[in-house]
């Protein structure tokens, strides 16, 4: 079955640079959400969307912004990144129809900033 | 808003026990619970979830039960394995669409 892809798997930036992370969800899956998860700490919710529209806001720094396009597929655009943003950034995707509530996580994208 | 808390952060069994992992939840809105399990550097698998409308959900060797009057809900691994070792996140949510807020994840070590 189709997962979710994200990509690059892994990125190296130097602090002040920017990073753009790019997802693909599930086919025919509605929502899209983007954690990041810190070094031993749960995933932490930025911001999701539904049918391409901004739908919730987490703890996104204003740095941050994302946006979903017509092929549903999600970007991550992250600025004057910081040694602090560096961490695991996954997407998840999930649908609102029969299937349910299950939130489906892609391989996660590694940032490191130096 | 929601805020969730998982207890305990490490859990060290021997092979062939059981092991148990229990959050409670503060939202009373939440509707969906599922557990997740990650692997050091790789992504949250999910391996059980229960709605709220539902007390228990067993699926072979893993079992949740939810009790939504106490809001708290907890996930059982019995015979447990060297493969289940891993971390595992409890998290709540209100529907189908809405952000996932984690516990803060229990570190499963299962001793052969």
């Known amino acids: 079955a189709a997962g979710v892809i994200q990509s690059p798997r892994h990125l190296i930036k130097e602090k002040r640079e920017t990073a753009t992370l790019k997802c693909y969800p599930i086919p025919r899956h509605d929502t899209v959400y983007w954690y990041q998860q810190g070094p031993g700490q749960d995933p932490q919710f930025l911001i999701s969307f539904y049918e391409k529209m901004q739908s919730d806001k987490g703890s996104i720094p204003d740095r941050f912004s994302a946006q979903q396009f017509s092929d549903y597929h999600s970007e991550l655009n992250m600025s004057s990144l910081e040694l602090g943003d560096s961490a695991l950034y996954f997407c998840?995707?999930?649908?609102?129809?029969?299937?349910?509530?299950?939130?489906?996580f892609g391989p996660g994208t590694r940032l490191t900033v130096t | 808003g929601e805020n969730v808390e998982q207890h305990p952060s490490t859990l060290s069994v021997q092979e062939g026990d059981s092991a148990v992992i229990k959050c409670t939840y503060s939202?009373?809105?939440?509707?969906?619970f599922p557990w997740y399990k990650q692997e050091l550097g790789k992504r949250p698998q999910l391996i059980i979830d229960?709605?709220?409308?539902?007390g228990e959900k067993k699926d072979q060797r893993i079992a949740v039960t939810l009790n939504k009057t106490a809001k708290h809900f907890s996930l059982h691994i019995t015979e447990t394995q060297p493969e289940d070792s891993a971390v595992y996140f409890c998290?709540?949510?209100?529907?189908?669409?809405?952000?996932?807020?984690f516990g803060k994840g229990t570190r499963l070590s299962v001793i052969a």
């Open positions: 998290a709540a949510t209100q529907t189908g669409n809405t952000p996932l807020v």
């Open positions: 939202d009373s809105a939440s509707n969906y």
């Open positions: 229960i709605r709220s409308n539902v």
């Open positions: 998840a995707s999930s649908s609102t129809g029969l299937a349910g509530y299950e939130q489906y």
